[in-house]
């Protein structure tokens, strides 16, 4: 209830990519800690072995019906991964990147998923879903400069080799929020940087008839792929990245305002899109 009081809050006062957990302040994350390219032989070891666990762990999810998947739209998109791609996706859950991950896995070359987490995730987390964010294929953020240096250089050759990066663009995970949020345009820049297309996706949730361990309604998610985006080489980065972030966002609440038939508001204020302000101002 907290935390839901704390989202409607930050919704009107369009703190839209703002931490609502009551997360415990993290460790930082330097540079002798992050093995971004998998280069140790003990990481690449952990790596195989997270993966395998964490297969095993979601996959008996879904089958068990815990974890819902109730179908995939746009599949004719992931054309657009063959040679490596930002992929961004609403940020709802600490599970969400899995539902990614499970209906795009087919396209992947390598057939791995790298995926941006928070430093605290990477650096305070404990247990089964710390080995979890550690070792599988994460690429943790930092409050460290020269750290963050790596994680460029590093994910920029990711995507050059041809692999393939999620990032949540809205930032801060919102606890089964719906809506599409505001984007931040790291993510896109690092896309034009590399020369790759951002693959937009978005999911969408409908109630369960079953409820969760906390009393909500547990859901149900459908997994939309919307047209690839490719950076247009003639506008520098700062103008391409945010065409590329304005477009991205464009098509998610499109798919917002189709799936659940109203439109896109904040507190009591209508979202507009730029493409769709010019329009109105024309």
């Known amino acids: 209830m907290e935390i839901l009081k704390r989202i409607e809050e930050y919704e009107k006062d369009e703190k839209?990519?703002?931490?609502?957990?009551?997360?415990?302040?993290?460790?930082?994350l330097t540079p002798d800690k992050a093995d971004y390219l998998c280069e140790k032989f003990s990481n690449k070891c952990k790596r195989r072995v997270a993966n395998f666990i964490a297969d095993h762990y979601f996959l008996n999810l879904i089958k068990k019906d815990v974890m819902i998947i109730d179908g995939v739209t746009g599949e004719e998109h992931l054309s657009a991964l063959k040679n490596g791609a930002i992929v961004t996706c609403n940020h709802f859950s600490?599970?969400?990147?899995?539902?990614?991950?499970?209906?795009?896995?087919?396209?992947l070359p390598s057939k791995y998923l790298y995926k941006v987490i928070r430093e605290g995730n990477y650096t305070n987390f404990p247990g089964l879903y710390g080995f979890f964010f550690r070792h599988c294929n994460?690429?943790?953020?930092?409050?460290?400069?020269?750290?963050?240096?790596?994680?460029?250089?590093?994910?920029?050759?990711?995507?050059k080799r041809g692999e393939s990066i999620l990032i949540y663009p809205e930032q801060a995970m919102w606890w089964n929020y719906k809506k599409p949020r505001p984007f931040k345009v790291g993510g896109f820049k690092?896309?034009?940087?590399?020369?790759?297309?951002?693959?937009?996706?978005?999911?969408?949730?409908?109630?369960?008839?079953?409820?969760?361990?906390?009393?909500?309604?547990?859901?149900?998610?459908?997994?939309?792929?919307?047209?690839?985006?490719?950076?247009?080489?003639?506008?520098?980065?700062?103008?391409?990245?945010?065409?590329?972030?304005?477009?991205a966002f464009a098509l998610c609440k499109a798919k917002y305002e189709e799936v659940y038939q109203i439109p896109l508001v904040y507190g009591n204020k209508e979202c507009f899109t730029k493409e769709k302000e010019g329009k109105e101002n024309a």
């Open 16 to 28: 839209f990519n703002e931490e609502v957990e009551n997360d415990p302040a993290a460790p930082e």
């Open 190 to 247: 690092m896309a034009y940087r590399a020369g790759v297309p951002v693959l937009p996706t978005f999911i969408t949730m409908t109630d369960d008839a079953r409820l969760d361990k906390d009393g909500y309604p547990m859901q149900r998610h459908t997994f939309h792929i919307l047209p690839p985006i490719y950076p247009d080489q003639s506008l520098g980065e700062k103008a391409g990245a945010e065409q590329m972030k304005e477009q």
């Open 94 to 107: 600490p599970f969400d990147n899995y539902i990614v991950f499970h209906c795009i896995r087919k396209a």
């Open 138 to 159: 994460t690429l943790p953020l930092s409050s460290n400069r020269r750290t963050m240096i790596k994680f460029m250089s590093a994910s920029n050759a990711l995507l």
